[in-house]
């Protein structure tokens, strides 16, 4: 008995069968080799396919459309190059993005140096350009009772002008305290008759400069201070509120500075006696707030999730544009052929 009479006997079940699977109806001839004699039930390996079919069924979800059902428009051709350039051009924006160092400023309260000691490196470089250098020098006051007139450790003094003038360069710390340092002549053997305190301010820095390109800060403040043009007698004063500043790099290394603000006026003190000797002061108080800046970089899986939705996204509203288009024509062709009979 051959297998199309056993199938027109109902002798085995062709519920296993792979073409039953597939929703084809099922003849018997193609059992062939994988008939069991005497069973009329496929063999193991044929329930092996069977499965292999069902589970295919299960877990693909991107059913393949084949190119024959789907129907190519000039309109979806140009949708589908805008949108190709469109998610070109934001593919390269994030991309420029993701490989960009940002720097994030932050604000707390706190001393971020706790390891100075309490003090703050200052770097003074001032001209004078109408005082000799033998009057010349640099006193230091504070609120913890630190008086110090005529400061000389890490100083230089250069004349100028064929020594009628003269360029001050120093480096001294000062506590984190309110206080001020002044040039004068106070610390003189011999007051001149009239000192001219009309000056340039050649640089003014504490701690450490920080120079990054993308970090908009205060760090030398008076920076080409001119006051050539001033009254030769009068003092000046210069108030400044110093900032703590912190800059840490992408590999968490820390650099410690300050910035600060300035506020100036310039008058011609008296007293009792007549006229006080003028000076130049810079009166500093220190800010508790502290401003920190972070290098910071785009994650790589916040990149490849941005650049997931660009493509996904410009996709789905490029086909629900197109899709909107090809139907309004397909309607409009049938109102035209509808006019037309």
Not at 119 to 131: A, F, Q, R, T
Not at 307 to 323: L, M, P, R
Request: proline share 5%; charged share 20%.
């Amino acid at each position: 008995m051959n297998v199309s009479e056993l199938y027109s006997m109902q002798l085995f079940s062709c519920s296993a069968c792979p073409l039953a699977v597939e929703g084809l109806r099922c003849t018997g001839r193609h059992h062939g080799l994988h008939l069991s004699p005497g069973l009329g039930r496929c063999r193991p390996s044929c329930r092996r396919w069977r499965q292999q079919v069902n589970l295919k069924h299960w877990l693909d979800i991107y059913r393949k459309v084949p190119r024959d059902l789907t129907q190519p428009t000039y309109t979806g051709a140009f949708i589908s190059i805008c949108c190709c350039v469109f998610m070109l051009f934001l593919f390269l924006s994030e991309l420029t993005g993701f490989i960009t160092t940002e720097i994030v400023n932050e604000l707390y309260v706190d001393d971020p140096d706790k390891d100075s000691g309490g003090k703050i490196e200052v770097n003074l470089n001032i001209s004078l350009p109408n005082l000799s250098c033998d009057v010349v020098g640099l006193d230091i006051q504070d609120e913890m009772g630190r008086h110090e007139v005529g400061h000389i450790d890490n100083s230089m003094k250069l004349p100028l002008n064929n020594g009628k003038g003269c360029r001050f360069e120093g480096q001294f710390s000062i506590n984190k305290v309110p206080g001020n340092f002044h040039v004068s002549t106070h610390s003189a053997t011999a007051q001149p008759d009239s000192p001219d305190m009309t000056h340039v301010v050649n640089k003014l820095t504490f701690g450490e400069i920080i120079e990054v390109k993308n970090v908009q800060a205060a760090f030398n403040a008076l920076a080409r201070a001119d006051k050539r043009s001033s009254n030769p007698l009068a003092s000046h004063d210069y108030v400044l509120k110093i900032v703590p500043t912190v800059y840490e790099d992408l590999k968490a290394n820390q650099r410690f500075s300050y910035q600060y603000t300035v506020a100036q006026k310039e008058y011609v003190a008296y007293s009792h006696t007549g006229r006080i000797i003028p000076a130049i002061w810079f009166r500093y108080d220190l800010s508790p707030i502290t401003v920190k800046y972070v290098e910071r970089q785009q994650p790589l899986y916040r990149f490849i999730t941005t650049i997931c939705a660009i493509i996904g996204g410009t996709f789905t509203v490029a086909g629900i544009i197109d899709s909107c288009i090809f139907t309004a024509s397909e309607a409009w062709k049938k109102i035209q052929l509808g006019k037309m009979h």
